[in-house]
């Protein structure tokens, strides 16, 4: 089961869906925070819906409010870095251009594929706890530091 | 792994960098929580907060309570960028900047205003581990900035020691103890350029404006006289190797322009009146009492939120409970020379300590000048008081954090009138870094005394200590004389030259100053219920005085419950400024 976890981590890393961070995350993770990654996905999906709420309030202003658009989802990439949400961040960074561009097609464009790889993370993720939380404690041990 | 141990203000008791006291600002929770999570792995002791204002009050709140602060660039209710520079300017504190946004632009935005360093989110285990090193090298940087002595090597040493052997009195990073003024040797003699404080400061490298220095520079300038000296001239008096004559020079241009400002702003109010004072708070009856003239109608006591706007200075004593007073010079506000303060911050600030304001003029020679004074009253307590927009860069100077009065006023009467008899015709300019930090921290009490809303220039009177024993001074002649010698006397000066003969006479001559002031404020900032109304009428009366009568002798004691209880303390008087309302404590 380990293993398991373990080839399931490293394939969403492959798959540039997790970075760095992800691994930080658990490294952080310990005795007295055994559930902290866990924790710290469900407050990004917690905040990111929020957020992401607003950006489709936005989306929907005619004329589109670019600069407004581009702090939305610089607040929205931020939070996206924190569980080290890769694609969702490239996403980010692309629906940013857009909107420096003033191009508004481009940006529904990319915020639709933003939703898509978002919410196959979101899947992805609850898996992988899922399955953390199976094989207990061991797995998610942090590494000396 | 835990370090979370004492208190914040305690001293770290672990071997630096250990107990590293961090605060976090960031209006992401995610990260929040993850930062705390990975400073804490460093053996860090972690605050968070979520608001840039939230950070602020606690900054001030807890003086001494922290040693680096790391904040987002992008937050809701302040931007990053407003926040390191409060943070550089009243606290000097290391600050670090973090943003998901990399660009160059932005990271040297950042570093332009004082961050000591930019992290790029997501942040590494490793970046957090070192931030320490930015603690450290303020540290050194700040012994050299104090002219110093012999002493700098020995700090730096003792530092290294410190680190090295994990002796708990290695550092005394956590008071800001190297600040103290004491003579440090810059030992890199070589160190003669505009290389001080933090490095990272861009690419000008700010010198800070200790209070010692300062006041050296106060003191040089009222030797030549205001008006005529030259950054070239007040160099030289002031004797400070290291500093440059571009430092004194734009630093004189803040001082000009905060004395003009507060010229002008003691003329704006005169006529207006309209002193706002927020009350908050419980105001604790110390033994102040606010004895007003007669024609001050003050009688309201119900405190009302309303801002105060004193222009001018204000000196607020913070009085013991035995009933002395203390005397609390508000720093010039704003341009507008206004001295906006939230009343309850006010009372916050002095009801722990049961500050009063006393101010007591008793020099006649103060008369007459107070009549062409320009309500500056030197900040005795150091607090911090935002300032808005007017002044932008003068914030500084009203930074001062009620300390313990005792000691604060000390520290005061230093930073801003240096003991010299000589007719300081500005001092009111304090537009320098005041940093007066209480000899110990001062005891925050669950009041602080909040910011002020922003867009007004707010004292933030940090809780004094109740054995803050520093009573009033007398504005014994020697302070008046001089200070009232011109025009822009500051009220401070004269109280706080005499600062040791306090005996409870504050002399709040300001003659202008206090009609412009709005002695409500001061009132205010010691009381903790002004009521507004009160302080209404306060700037009712004092629109029109111009008091020359002032500043007599009157010794107005103003008591921070300003429950207003207005009666007129020792000797009514003739205050002729009682008229305006004068709160003297």
């Known amino acids: ?145 | 792994m835990d370090s979370y141990s004492n208190g914040f203000s305690s001293p770290r008791a672990e071997a630096f960098p250990a107990g590293l006291r961090v605060l976090v600002v960031d209006d992401d929770p995610t990260w929040l929580k993850i930062l705390e999570k990975m400073l804490k792995k460093c053996s860090y002791e972690v605050t968070t907060c979520c608001l840039a204002r939230e950070a602020l009050d606690l900054l001030r709140e807890r003086k001494d309570g922290f040693d680096i602060v790391i904040s987002d660039v992008n937050m809701p209710d302040m931007d990053g960028f407003k926040l390191l520079e409060h943070v550089g300017l009243e606290m000097d504190l290391p600050v670090i900047m973090m943003s998901v946004d990399g660009e160059t632009s932005r990271v040297m935005k950042g570093v332009q205003h004082g961050a000591c360093d930019y992290l790029l989110k997501p942040i590494r285990m490793k970046e957090l581990k070192n931030i320490w090193q930015h603690v450290f090298r303020k540290k050194i940087h700040e012994v050299r900035d104090i002219e110093g002595l012999e002493a700098g090597i020995e700090e730096f040493q003792m530092m290294r020691n410190g680190i090295s052997d994990q002796s708990d009195d290695g550092f005394s990073f956590c008071g800001g103890d190297l600040n103290s003024g004491r003579k440090r040797k810059d030992f890199d003699n070589k160190h003669d350029d505009k290389n001080f404080g933090d490095p990272s400061a861009g690419k000008r490298t700010r010198v800070v404006w200790t209070v010692d220095l300062h006041q050296k520079f106060v003191k040089a300038v009222n030797y030549m006289g205001f008006d005529k000296v030259g950054p070239k001239k007040i160099l030289e008096l002031m004797n400070v190797p290291w500093l440059t004559r571009e430092n004194v020079a734009s630093h004189l241009q803040k001082y000009r322009l905060y004395l003009s400002r507060l010229q002008k702003d003691n003329d704006l109010k005169a006529s207006h009146g309209g002193i706002k004072q927020s009350t908050d708070a419980t105001s604790r009856d110390q033994a102040g009492n606010i004895g007003f003239k007669n024609s001050i109608n003050i009688k309201q006591n119900d405190a009302a939120n309303t801002k105060f706007r004193i222009p001018g200075n204000i000196v607020i004593q913070n009085s013991n409970p035995k009933g002395h007073e203390t005397v609390v010079s508000s720093p010039d506000l704003g341009p507008k020379g206004a001295l906006v303060s939230d009343a309850h911050e006010i009372q916050k600030a002095t009801s722990s300590s049961g500050v009063g304001l006393h101010y007591s003029f008793g020099t006649p020679e103060l008369n007459a000048k107070y009549a062409t004074l320009s309500s500056v009253l030197p900040p005795q307590f150091s607090w911090n008081q935002e300032h808005k927009p007017q002044i932008e860069q003068n914030n500084v100077f009203n930074h001062l954090s009620l300390p313990d009065l005792h000691d604060q006023i000390q520290i005061n009467q230093e930073t801003f009138f240096p003991n010299y008899p000589t007719p300081f015709n500005k001092e009111r300019d304090k537009l320098t870094h005041i940093k007066v930090m209480p000899p110990h921290g001062t005891k925050c009490s669950s009041q602080n005394i909040r910011q002020q809303m922003p867009g007004e220039n707010a004292f933030r009177l940090d809780p004094v200590q109740s054995e803050c024993s520093t009573t009033t001074f007398n504005p014994s002649e020697p302070i008046s004389r001089s200070a009232w010698s011109s025009k822009d006397q500051v009220i401070d000066q004269i109280l706080v030259n005499d600062l040791d003969s306090l005996n409870g006479n504050l002399i709040l001559g300001k003659s202008s100053a206090l009609t412009s002031l709005n002695e409500n404020f001061l009132a205010c900032l010691l009381q903790e219920d002004c009521s507004p109304n009160f302080f209404e009428l306060q700037n009712r009366e004092f629109s029109d005085c111009n008091n020359p009568g002032l500043l007599s002798e009157p010794s107005i004691y103003l008591y921070d419950s300003l429950k207003f209880d207005y009666e007129y303390p020792c000797d009514p008087i003739e205050y002729p400024v009682m008229d305006q309302g004068l709160f003297i404590a």
Do not use: W
Request: net charge positive; with cysteine.
């Open chain 1, 1 to 145: 089961m380990h293993r398991r976890l373990a080839s399931m981590r490293k394939s969403l890393l492959d798959q540039g869906f997790l970075d760095e961070q992800f691994i930080q995350l658990e490294e952080l993770q310990d005795d007295s925070n055994p559930n902290f990654v866990e924790e710290i996905a469900a407050s990004y999906y917690r905040d990111s819906a929020r957020q992401m709420l607003n950006i489709d309030q936005a989306l929907d202003k005619v004329p589109l409010d670019f600069t407004k658009l581009d702090n939305l989802m610089h607040q929205f990439k931020g939070s996206s870095s924190s569980i080290g949400a890769k694609k969702v961040k490239n996403e980010s960074t692309q629906f940013q251009e857009y909107c420096r561009a003033g191009n508004a097609e481009g940006c529904r464009r990319t915020y639709r594929q933003l939703k898509k790889e978002y919410a196959t993370l979101k899947k992805k993720l609850e898996a992988y706890f899922q399955l953390a939380r199976q094989a207990g404690p061991l797995e998610t041990a942090s590494r000396p530091k």
